[in-house]
């Protein structure tokens, strides 16, 4: 009685329905398809929205019950300020829920931000398109873009699309324990979106594609700065720079462990097409670690013109006064992906790695590439480590080669087992995996198919090459040369 008391005495006009006390936008004039501004309709129903919410807050309830509901149709949104004569976002309160029909389109002048919430919390955007096709300027806005949302928690965003805007369709900035579900955020000028030190976020079953203007190397699916995350049965589709960009840099030059990005999942999506790498790990000191990259499908269209290894974990020191250079990325596990190079000539290495340490890669299939696994370490840059990896149970059906020569004399102690590893059709001159001034590797119970040379060993130190069969060898199964001292050979079948 409360409550229905204080709303009878504001005026406001509202409804019930499973999503609490829901005003209608048309109950404040709004006409949908006419061509005409309803910036004043859509801001006043906000205001009634906080007040409403607000009331729903006085009683201790954060539910997000108090509803703006926007029924079919196209709407015009251009909000001015009147003093600065700057564009303004959408001014959702806390505590509060936009109802979308699903096609329901709002439709911006300006490429500024549609929404900007700081300290939000407990707000849910269900449905609708958010577009800025219309705005006034072309290209990308030097600040500007879809939802914006910082120092929050409790944010759903469930069904939505935000797309055509002049930066990152939806952004997190110090954001908890909030979700992105159901979304398209395609053909943004810069990212679909971005998650920057968040903490227990998700993003879901969403579209992310296309994002980046044309010859514009800045469009990413989906970049992750910091914190932690779930990324789970997403599209990562031709974007013009990465599908999934991981990202350990310091954020705050006096805390880089706030930069820190741990216990990241990214599971289930479809990665393809995109112009540098489909997923690119990017770490400086020792602030990337714990990712798990497991059951993805990563069709990797090299001839889009640009593109680059389609999986790569690259990790330069850096000149943090704040933290000791260390070892740069650790513990990054790849686990029952499918990586398939389907362009007509296979010239690039599936999974790239560069200065990282205990890089586990298990049970994936890898099909059509001139490399299946590369190594490296940028040496200049003071990184000391770059090994401890496990290469176990995959199968590369269709490579040139295993490992190059040039690729494995960076690394330490890695151990190869349980791979088969099947030829290219045309690497006759190609070995199945060859080892160079190597040290402390392991190479068990491999089978190498249809290799000019099944396994070289060149100037290696302190290996063990044991139970491994190489098959239809073109020359020879097994050759060493240089100096090999501590090369321990067991019960292999080479021929």
Request: proline content about 2%; hydrophobic content about 35%.
């Amino acid at each position: 009685m409360k409550l229905f008391n204080y709303v009878l005495a504001t005026g406001l006009c509202f409804t019930a329905s499973t999503y609490g006390q829901t005003i209608n936008l048309q109950d404040y004039g709004a006409i949908p398809n006419d061509n005409i501004d309803d910036t004043q309709a859509i801001n006043q129903a906000l205001t009634d929205l906080g007040v409403l919410a607000e009331s729903f807050k006085n009683q201790g309830i954060f539910d997000s019950r108090a509803t703006l509901y926007f029924p079919s149709g196209v709407y015009d949104y251009n909000y001015i300020d009147a003093q600065s004569g700057q564009p303004q976002p959408l001014p959702v309160p806390n505590n509060s829920t936009l109802r979308l029909e699903a096609d329901t389109k709002l439709k911006f002048k300006h490429y500024s931000y549609m929404l900007l919430e700081k300290d939000s919390m407990h707000i849910r955007i269900i449905g609708g398109i958010f577009d800025a096709s219309d705005a006034a300027s072309s290209g990308a806005a030097a600040n500007g873009g879809g939802f914006l949302f910082e120092n929050g928690h409790n944010i759903e965003i469930d069904g939505v699309t935000v797309q055509h805007t002049g930066g990152i369709g939806i952004e997190f900035n110090n954001v908890a324990n909030s979700v992105v579900k159901n979304a398209k955020l395609n053909n943004n000028a810069y990212y679909g979106g971005q998650d920057k030190l968040g903490k227990n976020n998700q993003w879901l079953n969403s579209q992310f594609n296309f994002n980046g203007l044309d010859n514009h190397f800045k469009g990413r699916g989906l970049t992750i700065w910091g914190g932690n995350s779930l990324v789970a049965g997403n599209e990562f589709i031709g974007n013009s720079e990465y599908g999934i960009r991981i990202y350990a840099s310091c954020v705050d030059q006096d805390n880089c462990e706030l930069s820190r990005n741990a216990n990241i999942l990214i599971k289930d999506n479809y990665i393809a097409r995109n112009w540098l790498q489909d997923i690119y790990l990017y770490a400086q000191d020792d602030l990337l670690s714990d990712v798990f990259i497991t059951n993805n499908v990563v069709d990797f269209h090299y001839n889009m013109g640009k593109s680059d290894d389609p999986i790569k974990v690259h990790s330069d020191p850096a000149n943090h006064p704040k933290v000791p250079v260390t070892i740069a990325g650790r513990k990054i596990t790849f686990t029952g992906n499918k990586i398939t190079n389907i362009g007509n000539d296979p010239e690039y290495r599936a999974i790239h790695v560069v200065n990282a340490h205990q890089v586990i890669i298990k049970d994936n299939e890898i099909t059509q590439f001139q490399r299946g696994i590369s190594f490296g370490m940028n040496t200049t840059l003071g990184s000391t480590v770059n090994g401890d990896h496990l290469i176990e149970g995959n199968r590369f059906n269709g490579v040139r080669t295993l490992i190059h020569r040039n690729d494995i004399g960076a690394v330490t102690n890695a151990t190869f087992r349980n791979n088969t590893v099947i030829s290219l059709e045309g690497s006759s001159l190609y070995a199945g995996i060859e080892f160079s001034i190597s040290n402390g590797f392991l190479l068990d119970n491999n089978t190498f198919d249809g290799f000019y040379k099944g396994i070289i060993v060149n100037a290696g130190t302190d290996a063990v090459i044991s139970r491994n069969k190489t098959v239809n060898s073109l020359l020879t199964g097994f050759q060493a040369y240089g100096n090999t001292p501590n090369v321990l050979l067991h019960n292999n079948s080479f021929n």
